[in-house]
């Protein structure tokens, strides 16, 4: 069992900056990618940014410039540091990981943060 708990979300104005952290604990092996994604209601779940272990950095264009993810490995803590926030990244934040083990994928998410940007 693996669980992941988000933490650093928060209300903030238009223009300023949140880091969310993520940690995971439980039985890990060793996640094959790290992320995070949001959702406002209504709408579906969208990827804000990954980090592969091995790999390229996928960032959404709408973030890009902006939000930076980071990874410490040796802890299973995943990063997301965000400038220059809008109203529009508005959303519940979720930490996501993978990891595959004797061939079978696993996809976690954690619990969500609420990210408010207004003035």
């Known amino acids: 069992q693996v669980q992941l708990v988000e933490s650093g979300g928060g209300l903030v104005q238009p223009g300023g900056s949140l880091r969310l952290s993520c940690a995971a604990s439980?039985?890990?092996?060793?996640?094959?990618?790290m992320g995070w994604y949001r959702q406002v209601p209504g709408k579906e779940r969208e990827l804000v940014a990954t980090?592969?272990?091995?790999?390229?950095?996928q960032y959404a264009e709408s973030v890009k410039g902006r939000f930076t993810i980071s990874r410490e490995n040796g802890k299973n803590m995943v990063y997301l540091g965000m400038n220059i926030l809008k109203p529009e990244d508005t959303a519940v934040y979720y930490c996501?990981?993978?990891?595959?083990?004797?061939?079978?994928?696993?996809?976690?998410w954690g619990q969500g943060t609420q990210v408010t940007v207004s003035s």
């Open positions: 980090m592969p272990a091995i790999g390229r950095t």
């Open positions: 996501n990981a993978a990891e595959r083990v004797y061939g079978r994928e696993y996809n976690y």
């Open positions: 439980g039985r890990i092996v060793s996640f094959d990618v």
